[in-house]
């Protein structure tokens, strides 16, 4: 297993990581200022994360390193970081994945004309410049957070990705999916190889 050699590799490997993550998070805000029907934006999302699901499955914690904008926020604050309160992820995790999972069709019941409409998702206007606002506040808070969670604190506590592949994941589970099977090399997650 290849590890990483030096602190000058180590550096050069979170100087990668911050330009992916500075990418995603791009990516992330032109994603939600997309006009699609509500309906659309449910089947993109689900798609999008059953592909996360199956690489963080099949590659490790890689999405949650190089990819996730809420990671990204906590490793800009990470100089903030000290653990103050550990909520139990025990219960936060499920709890997290519920409601991701039925928010839609629950916010749908409740307001059948969104379903279909052209402000995304779920009747929210994300292109509104108090939506903009928000979100910024959001990924502030997120980022923040470390001051009293630790160290991607958030996402050990709350995020339910880690659950879903933790249940998922079998000794394995198909090899050709795995980054490295394609790249012929390990890759480095963190400082240190990917399963």
Not at 140 to 155: D, M, N, Q, T, Y
């Amino acid at each position: 297993m290849r590890s990483v050699a030096s602190e000058e590799e180590a550096r050069a490997l979170r100087r990668q990581r911050r330009l992916v993550q500075v990418i995603f998070v791009a990516i992330n805000l032109i994603l939600v200022d997309s006009r699609l029907p509500s309906v659309v934006w449910a089947v993109v999302g689900g798609a999008f994360w059953l592909a996360v699901v199956v690489i963080t499955i099949t590659n490790g914690p890689i999405v949650c390193s190089w990819v996730c904008w809420l990671g990204a926020a906590q490793d800009w604050a990470e100089p903030l970081a000290k653990r103050r309160w550990k909520p139990n992820p025990s219960f936060w995790r499920p709890f997290v994945l519920l409601v991701a999972i039925f928010w839609a069709p629950v916010s749908w019941l409740i307001r059948p004309e969104v379903m279909y409409s052209l402000t995304a998702p779920f009747g929210f206007d994300y292109t509104a410049l108090e939506a903009h606002i928000l979100q910024a506040v959001f990924f502030i808070v997120v980022g923040l957070s470390v001051a009293v969670l630790g160290k991607r604190g958030a996402c050990i506590a709350f995020c339910p990705l880690l659950l879903v592949a933790r249940l998922m994941r079998l000794k394995n589970w198909l090899p050709q999916l795995r980054f490295s099977y394609w790249l012929r090399k390990p890759i480095i997650i963190n400082g240190t190889p990917a399963p």
